[in-house]
């Protein structure tokens, strides 16, 4: 699974990854790029390169929309890499928003709220 975020907001970020490691019944492997496991690139077409190889082997992609007004253009670049692998993309509303994105809302196969069993339903069901 790719979980598409900014470090700027990476405590959203972490609460994903805790909904999803605290879901005992879900099997599934971080190839996201955590704060924590930065990729070595030299500039931004090297970056695209290196987050297509880590997009390329996973069954879903999440996008937490909250993040896109911040960062259109990296999470842009990740939905068009999704896209280019047929990935399914499930759109994570921010908590208590009700108005998201429409380019996330548009890309995403379904939109979920920031609710454990929403997020692992979405991705069991559209998972590869």
Known sequence: MFIS???DY???YERVVEFLDDFNELEWQDHSVPLTDPLDTVNDVHLRAR???QIRTTSVVLVLAGMYSAHR???QNEIELANEFDKPI????PHGAKQTPNLV???AIEMVGWRQNSIVRAIVDHSL
């Open 5 to 7: 975020h900014a470090w």
């Open 10 to 12: 990476n405590d959203d």
């Open 51 to 53: 987050l297509r190889d």
């Open 73 to 75: 253009e990296w999470i």
């Open 90 to 93: 499930v759109g994570i509303r």
């Open 105 to 107: 809302e548009e890309a």
